[in-house]
């Protein structure tokens, strides 16, 4: 980004951000995708000119769309600015996105590079519940009156979609 005119830094938990455009203006866009990719066991390698593995694809093609489109236009931004921001953590727990919601200023809007397919813009997702589960309670039959574990976690799911 810094050789685009960028002004880019590394914030203390490793997102990258970079701003364009009108310093001193009233109104910022916030451009933001992801850099992080979700561990496995498929080897990153170059092939005639493309890259294979994970992390080769995701919100990489957003995130460079991004930087790109914001260098171009920044000659143009009377009164605003854009930063560009690449988070980290996404595929855990938004470490990234979580610092930065609460140090950041809420921009004047927002635009998030998760791709949904070519043929669309998606504006939102259903998310992401992640839950340790556990049940201790005394042993008995699946015959008798009481609710086997299994069954107590579906009806936890049943109260959590509801």
């Not at 009164?79 to 980290?88: D, K, L, S």
Request: aromatic share 6%; glycine share 14%; net charge positive.
């Amino acid at each position: 980004m810094s050789g685009l005119g960028f002004r880019a830094h590394r914030d203390s938990v490793g997102n990258v951000l970079g701003t364009v455009g009108d310093e001193s203006g009233e109104r910022e866009i916030a451009l933001v995708g992801h850099m992080d990719t979700v561990p496995g066991i498929v080897p990153v390698r170059r092939k005639d000119g493309l890259l294979y593995g994970r992390g080769a694809v995701d919100a990489k093609g957003p995130l460079a769309a991004f930087v790109l489109a914001a260098s171009r236009v920044a000659p143009r931004l009377n009164g605003t600015r854009v930063v560009v921001i690449g988070t980290v953590d996404e595929e855990g727990r938004g470490t990234g996105a979580r610092y930065l919601a609460r140090r950041m200023p809420a921009p004047y809007c927002s635009i998030i590079g998760e791709p949904s397919g070519w043929e669309g813009v998606t504006l939102g997702y259903k998310g992401m519940l992640s839950v340790d589960y556990w049940v201790t309670q005394p042993s008995g039959h699946t015959a008798g009156p009481q609710s086997a574990p299994a069954e107590r976690a579906v009806d936890l799911w049943n109260r959590l979609r509801s």
